[in-house]
């Protein structure tokens, strides 16, 4: 597991209450619940989608990058989920992301920025990061070039567009892509 980052470490160490209480408080103050109905984001059976939707939005704070790491990480106590629940709503292809996406980004500008301040140094950024992913047997992965380490990854490329407002990135739209194959040359598996 990854160091804890100076910021999250004091809110943890500054807040005797619980990881859940966190979570609840996110829900409450992104109001998770009006984003999902505004969304017509719905479940037939099980647990809400606001409930996994804020136990998947606090993965950066609690260090875990995956569903996978949560349950082998010591916080898996904090609910009585199974992988599937979250598994099955990550997967779901009819599922609104980037509604759900353009509300969280819009709220969280509304608590960061009140007066809708724009400063001078303010643009919108277009950022792709490559997506390292193990395995042979991977849907549309292909070997993508990282320019941050210099070398060609089995993975995928995450296109983001986000707008920065000064001091925040805001992502507002996102795609996965898979790049082609260059001519002439094989491709090795990993």
Avoid: C
């Avoid at 390292?132 to 995928?156: A, C, Q």
């Amino acid at each position: 597991m990854r160091e804890t980052p100076a910021e999250i470490k004091k809110v943890f160490d500054k807040h005797p209450y619980s990881i859940d209480s966190i979570i609840f408080d996110v829900m409450q103050t992104f109001k998770l619940h009006a984003i999902v109905r505004h969304t017509r984001f719905e479940k037939q059976e099980g647990y809400a989608v606001t409930e996994i939707l804020a136990l998947l939005i606090m993965f950066p704070l609690m260090m875990v990058s995956s569903v996978n790491s949560f349950f082998r990480s010591e916080f898996h106590a904090i609910t009585t989920m199974k992988k599937d629940a979250l598994y099955r709503l990550k997967n779901n292809e009819w599922a609104p992301w980037r509604a759900v996406l353009y509300g969280i980004a819009s709220r969280f500008q509304k608590i960061v920025n009140p007066n809708q301040i724009v400063a001078a140094n303010s643009a919108f950024i277009l950022d792709d990061t490559a997506d390292r992913r193990v395995g042979r047997h991977r849907e549309n992965v292909s070997y993508v070039f990282d320019p941050m380490i210099g070398k060609t990854l089995w993975g995928f490329k995450h296109l983001v567009w986000g707008f920065f407002d000064g001091t925040t990135f805001i992502p507002l739209d996102f795609s996965i892509h898979a790049e082609q194959r260059l001519r002439g040359r094989k491709r090795r598996e990993p």
